[in-house]
């Protein structure tokens, strides 16, 4: 992990430098520039522009009546003095105008001043980010009375050298105005140009020098409707200011949001956000690496009690390389104190584990706090588990990401189906009807005998203390929604019960490795989305839907249970989705699906939409029963056509009273559609058909040997015509070609029977003839060798010192011996069955160990083919031991029925008489 880590970091730190570098790039480049007259002075420039009625900034309102001028990237080396647009527009009079991405370097008095065809008293948004700035006169801006947005980022402007005293005076409505990525080494002076600005409320400014003044002076007093400053750069080396002092924000007393992320900030004074008590909403503190959570907790200092501060974003305030944190009470000092906050992100700050001090005895989350992220640490199993339930308040907790390798159900959740959650066995509720509701208390009841009495109707309330959590998952009790996404987990989802979750709504557990679905999980009756996509599983059981009676929405995408589904593979696979009654929404796309049981969509009468997209089903055999489908997607599957009865059904979907005010829709792309005269029906409806029918631009089917694409209606009626006419004029043909070969086939059935009748005798005497085929004189000299020993390899030594001796000293044969005439270069596999083709007979040595050994196996086999292939007796087994009939394979007893045998003598005095005998099978 230290290793990814090293290298996610250098990665990083090579593109930060690297981008940095390419920005100011341009800035160091530009043409020589007179920075008292200014280039632009001395040019005329024409621009040839277009004029629309949008734009791309978040902060600028959209143009009306065509007002928008786009002059962007145009390679212009000044401010236009004439703007030729490819259309006029009401009144010509523009709002907005974008000048961005060109190479503009100065912008000289009056440099917006009204031309012969275009009035800019009215521009409202000003774009001149993207260029090479680095002078503003005097009066740039002047006769711009109601411009509201002033786009000048990534320009080489510099504070204060490339300002003239005054620029911003006329400026009165402005209301944005965005500096990033420029050079602001300090503030000083910044406020006596800015207070003429009252009507700002959004300032983007980065910081450019890490030790430099940025006290935002007492000018921006006058500045009361400033409500956002942003110092956060938009690139990592953008914004650098070590330490925020006391001073900082001590004129600034109406801002409600305030982002110093990204700014490479040490530390934060303890007083330096006093002055924001009252007023600060959201604060962002992220990607300060050096901060830590003990810096936060200083900086959090001066907003203790607050009742204005409801958002606060501290992610990744830990640098990569550090080592894994613990998250401690101390870390929320202050934040503990904040009286109305109600969104904590903490995510990417390698916190390992939670002191356990955090949740117990006394929750330190704020009882105010509803949304909690912790995506992207690396949270391990520890006591802390088992008394997160008391951060009771949380309703949203996100803790993706983490990347967890031990099981979630491990210690606690999961249930033998054989014994009780305490080991208990209250058999008074083995009777219990199938129509009884059920509320138990977990503390003395065996849940899993009454539930698998009752699964259908089965619940529960249970209610979550110190005790409870120890054996089950306790939640905090006003949780609503849980995100616990691409954490890997390896693990399935065993039966388990979730107490404290009754208000649970939402539940993301995809891009996982949740392996096996057996549930159920009990506890989530009031689950409405629940998302496992993505996660690999293979194994769905028909338990596990039953703890989700009232899910509406249902993500099983990207998983491989196509033969959970398969109605040939699993005989129960019509129950899978019997409990959810109340779904609106399934997504089962990329499923592997082939096939799909008839019933399986039967209880979901409320059903609205349904994706079984991108599987493998070739034919339609389920039906669906609900009357509110509006939305079946079944493109990038095998289906040639869809069955008749479907396309009833889609059709009177459009008459549904469910579906009044709204479309019916079928997705088809992607499918072989066939164009032959047993679809003409599909392809009649598809023409007249009121439900909206989508496919792609690259469907097509193959007719005449022509394709016809089929990416509009229009292509259907052309299909449909062709179709039409072929098949009325092929059916005569069809009938007459049918004749000819039923009666084609009669007359040869009946010359192949006279013949073989005719030749009867003949044809016995050759299949009884074959036999012999392979017998001739003279066999013998083929063989190189008398005889290939097979042996476990164990056997080596005696080999060496018995069989050798016995065999080739003796009796004069001369045998193969794997761990001797192996041919070098060769191999195993080659060697085996070069010895046995070259050999007279082959000898296996049976033994416990030879039928554990794989390549004793392959000699096995290997000398049976050869015997049949080649029609001779070369087998002869040796049985070096005695084996129980039990422990022998199928394949050996039949060999020892039909080979000869033979069986090493326990008692010395017959040894000699064993070898002679095996001389003379081998002799043969």
């Known amino acids: 992990m230290l290793t990814s880590d090293i290298l996610t970091y250098l990665v990083y730190t090579y593109l930060r430098v690297a981008f940095a570098n390419d920005i100011f790039e341009k800035c160091n480049s530009t043409r020589p520039f007179n920075?008292?007259?200014?280039?632009?002075?001395?040019?005329?420039?024409?621009?040839?522009?277009?004029n629309d009625n949008y734009t791309t900034y978040e902060d600028d309102k959209r143009c009306q009546n065509n007002g928008y001028i786009k002059c962007s990237n145009l390679g212009l080396p000044c401010i236009p003095d004439k703007y030729i647009l490819e259309r006029f527009f009401l009144d010509e009079k523009a709002c907005g105008l974008d000048l961005s991405q060109n190479l503009i370097d100065a912008l000289p008095d009056y440099a917006f001043k009204d031309t012969s065809n275009l009035s800019f008293v009215y521009i409202s948004g000003l774009y001149l980010n993207e260029n090479r700035l680095r002078w503003i006169s005097s009066h740039t801006f002047d006769g711009l009375s109601h411009l509201k947005y002033l786009n000048l980022t990534e320009n080489c402007l510099e504070w204060k050298d490339s300002f003239q005293t005054g620029m911003f005076m006329p400026l009165e409505a402005i209301e944005v105005i965005n500096f990033k990525r420029n050079k602001f080494f300090d503030f000083i002076e910044l406020d006596n140009e800015f207070h003429y600005m009252t009507n700002l409320s959004k300032l983007y400014i980065n910081p450019y020098n890490a030790t430099g003044n940025f006290t935002l002076g007492p000018g921006f007093r006058k500045l009361t409707k400033l409500t956002r400053i942003n110092f956060a750069g938009i690139s990592p080396n953008d914004c650098s200011v070590n330490t925020i002092t006391q001073s900082v924000f001590e004129n600034t007393l109406n801002v409600l949001e305030l982002s110093l992320r990204e700014c490479n900030i040490i530390d934060i004074d303890e007083q330096a956000l006093l002055p924001l008590n009252n007023t600060v909403a959201e604060l962002d503190l992220s990607y300060n690496r050096k901060l830590s959570f003990t810096g936060m907790n200083k900086a959090l200092k001066g907003l203790r009690y607050s009742q204005a501060l409801k958002t606060l974003r501290a992610n990744m305030i830990y640098s990569n390389l550090e080592l894994g944190i613990e998250f401690k009470e101390e870390h929320l000092e202050n934040i503990k104190t904040l009286q109305n906050i109600e969104t904590l992100n903490i995510d990417l700050n390698k916190i390992e584990i939670f002191n356990k001090k955090v949740f117990e005895p006394e929750s330190q989350w704020p009882t105010s706090l509803r949304e909690l992220t912790l995506a992207g640490n690396r949270l391990t199993a520890g006591e802390y588990m088992k008394c997160v339930f008391m951060a009771e308040n949380i309703t949203h907790l996100d803790i993706s990401r983490q990347h967890l390798d031990y099981d979630p159900f491990a210690n606690y959740g999961r249930m033998d189906k054989s014994t009780s959650l305490y080991n208990r066995h209250n058999?008074?509720?083995?009777?219990?009807?199938?129509?009884?509701?059920?509320?138990?208390?977990?503390?003395?009841?065996?849940?899993?005998?009454?539930?698998?009495?009752?699964?259908?109707?089965?619940?529960f309330t249970c209610e979550c203390d110190n005790m409870l959590s120890e054996k089950v998952m306790c939640l905090p009790k006003q949780i609503n929604t849980i995100k616990w996404r691409k954490s890997f987990i390896y693990s399935a989802i065993p039966p388990a019960v979730v107490c404290g979750a009754s208000r649970l709504k939402h539940l993301d557990m995809s891009f996982n490795l949740f392996h096996t679905w057996q549930g159920p999980v009990l506890g989530l009756g009031n689950l409405e989305f629940l998302d496992l996509s993505e996660n690999y599983c293979k194994n769905l059981t028909t338990d596990f839907f039953l703890g989700f009676p009232n899910l509406l929405e249902l993500n099983i995408s990207g998983n491989m249970l196509g033969q959970s589904f398969n109605p040939l593979k699993n005989n129960v696979s019509h129950k899978l989705f019997a409990n959810l009654q109340n779904i609106r929404t399934i997504d089962m796309s990329s499923l592997k699906i082939v096939d799909l049981s008839q019933s399986l969509f039967q209880n979901m009468t409320y059903l609205e939409k349904l994706n079984l997209?991108?599987?493998?089903i070739t034919t339609w055999t389920t039906d669906l029963r609900s009357p509110c489908l509006y939305h079946l997607d079944v493109s990038g599957n095998k289906l040639s056509t869809l069955p008749e009865n479907l396309t009833t059904y889609l059709e009177n979907l459009t008459r549904s009273p469910c579906n009044k005010g709204r479309n019916v829709?079928?997705?088809?792309?992607?499918?072989?559609?066939?164009?032959?005269?047993?679809?003409?029906?599909?392809?009649?409806?598809?023409?007249?058909?009121?439900?909206?029918?989508?496919?792609?631009?690259?469907?097509?089917?193959?007719?005449?040997?022509?394709r016809y694409y089929l990416s509009s209606v229009a292509n259907y009626s052309r299909v449909l015509d062709t179709l039409s006419d072929n098949c009325r004029d092929r059916y005569w043909v069809s009938w007459v070609i049918g004749g000819v070969s039923v009666m084609f086939g009669i007359l040869m059935t009946i010359c192949v029977t006279i013949a073989l009748y005719k030749n009867r005798w003949k044809l016995r005497y050759m299949y009884y003839n074959r036999k012999r085929r392979h017998t001739h004189q003279g066999f013998e000299c083929l063989f190189s060798n008398?005889?290939?020993?097979?042996?476990?390899k164990d056997r080596?030594?005696?080999?060496?010192?018995?069989?050798?001796?016995?065999?080739?000293?003796?009796?004069q044969l001369k045998l193969w011996v794997a761990d001797r005439d192996s041919m070098p270069g060769a191999s195993v596999a080659e060697n085996i069955v070069h010895a046995i083709y070259t050999s007279r007979k082959t000898v296996l040595l049976v033994d416990e160990k030879y039928l554990n050994s794989s390549w004793c196996v392959y000699d096995l086999n290997m000398a049976r083919l050869e015997s049949v292939e080649s029609n001779r007796n070369l087998i002869i087994v040796v049985m070096m031991e005695r084996i129980p009939v039990m422990k022998l394979p199928l394949n050996i007893m039949r060999m020892l029925r039909n080979e000869i045998v033979l069986e090493y003598p326990e008692n010395e005095q017959y040894i000699d008489a064993f070898w002679t005998n095996l001389a003379l099978e081998i002799k043969k």
């Not at 007259?37 to 277009?50: D, E, F, K, N, Y």
């Not at 080596?796 to 009796?811: C, D, G, M, R, Y």
């Open 35 to 50: 920075s008292t007259i200014g280039t632009c002075l001395r040019q005329s420039t024409v621009a040839q522009c277009l």
């Open 427 to 459: 058999k008074m509720h083995t009777n219990i009807s199938n129509h009884e509701f059920l509320k138990l208390n977990l503390n003395t009841i065996d849940w899993w005998s009454v539930f698998k009495t009752s699964p259908t109707t089965f619940s």
């Open 613 to 616: 997209s991108n599987n493998y």
């Open 665 to 706: 829709t079928l997705v088809l792309g992607n499918n072989p559609l066939v164009c032959s005269c047993e679809q003409l029906p599909f392809w009649k409806w598809l023409n007249v058909a009121k439900v909206q029918v989508y496919g792609k631009s690259t469907d097509f089917c193959m007719l005449n040997g022509k």
């Open 786 to 792: 008398d005889a290939m020993v097979s042996y476990a």
């Open 796 to 811: 080596a030594s005696f080999i060496k010192k018995k069989v050798v001796p016995a065999l080739e000293n003796i009796h």
